[in-house]
């Protein structure tokens, strides 16, 4: 059994407390808040200590990646949680659909087709979030903030997609508490819950404002 107190373990659990603390120096119920290891690029083994310590809420970036070390854990975990946090590539769309239990990188209708087609062929729903390039940097992924409304509701009228919230990724270079509020207000306008928002550096100020899944890897699993 894992020591609790040493290694990625103990870093989980100090991470699991600072989220309780900003939540409840927001008015915010701890539990509303949920925690994503984010796994990608560490193998099984820097995984399991995580996982003896009772997590079971799992992101990778790599549909392959995942595909490689997942089945594996998850023969021994059957109960974890696993969601893809990076990009989808469409011929990759049958592996994501079996293998995860949530996808945040829905940007596209071409994707969204993909998935509402692929969930419907295996009769599985996952957790869909629309990733939304708030910072509108060309280089980067995500549906552009002033689309989002008319894609959450392609995706919802013309798909039969359950969107259940959106995410961001803040460009580096910015306050990434302004970006936090501005996706916070356009998932109001768009009437979802769920904000996907916050990694190692700075998810105490996504707490803050409003995430209810925040993604952090490095501060638990360390630097490879």
């Given at each position: 059994?894992?020591?609790?107190?040493?290694?990625?373990?103990?870093?989980?659990?100090?991470i699991?407390?600072?989220?309780?603390?900003?939540?409840?120096?927001?008015?915010?119920?701890?539990?509303?808040?949920?925690?994503?290891?984010?796994?990608?690029?560490?193998?099984?083994?820097?995984?399991?200590?995580?996982?003896?310590?009772?997590?079971?809420?799992?992101?990778?970036?790599?549909?392959?990646?995942?595909?490689?070390?997942?089945?594996?854990?998850?023969?021994?975990?059957?109960?974890?949680?696993?969601?893809?946090?990076?990009?989808?590539?469409?011929?990759?769309?049958?592996e994501?659909?079996?293998?995860?239990?949530?996808?945040?990188?829905?940007d596209?209708?071409?994707?969204?087709?993909?998935?509402?087609?692929?969930?419907?062929?295996?009769?599985?729903?996952l957790?869909?979030?629309?990733?939304?390039n708030?910072?509108?940097?060309?280089q980067?992924?995500?549906?552009?903030?002033a689309?989002?409304?008319?894609?959450?509701?392609?995706?919802?009228?013309?798909?039969?997609?359950?969107?259940?919230?959106?995410?961001?990724?803040?460009?580096?270079?910015?306050?990434?508490?302004?970006?936090?509020?501005?996706?916070?207000?356009?998932?109001?306008?768009?009437?979802?819950?769920?904000l996907?928002?916050?990694?190692?550096?700075?998810?105490e100020?996504?707490?803050?404002?409003?995430?209810?899944?925040?993604?952090?890897g490095?501060?638990?699993?360390?630097?490879?």
């Open positions: 059994m894992t020591d609790p107190t040493s290694g990625a373990a103990a870093r989980l659990i100090e699991q407390d600072r989220i309780a603390k900003a939540a409840r120096a927001a008015g915010r119920d701890p539990r509303s808040v949920h925690l994503i290891a984010v796994s990608k690029t560490f193998d099984a083994e820097a995984i399991k200590p995580v996982l003896d310590v009772g997590h079971r809420l799992f992101g990778e970036n790599r549909v392959q990646e995942a595909k490689a070390k997942w089945p594996g854990l998850r023969a021994h975990y059957p109960d974890v949680e696993l969601h893809l946090i990076g990009p989808l590539q469409s011929n990759k769309t049958k994501a659909v079996e293998l995860f239990d949530a996808i945040h990188t829905l596209r209708p071409k994707i969204a087709k993909a998935i509402a087609d692929e969930m419907q062929r295996q009769g599985k729903r957790k869909l979030f629309v990733e939304v708030t910072g509108e940097e060309p980067k992924a995500g549906i552009m903030p689309e989002a409304g008319a894609f959450v509701a392609h995706c919802r009228n013309d798909l039969g997609l359950d969107i259940t919230g959106l995410m961001c990724i803040p460009p580096v270079e910015e306050e990434p508490a302004v970006h936090f509020a501005f996706l916070s207000k356009l998932a109001r306008e768009c009437g979802l819950a769920e996907s928002m916050g990694m190692s550096s700075d998810f100020a996504a707490v803050e404002l409003g995430a209810t899944y925040v993604r952090v490095s501060a638990i699993f360390g630097h490879r």
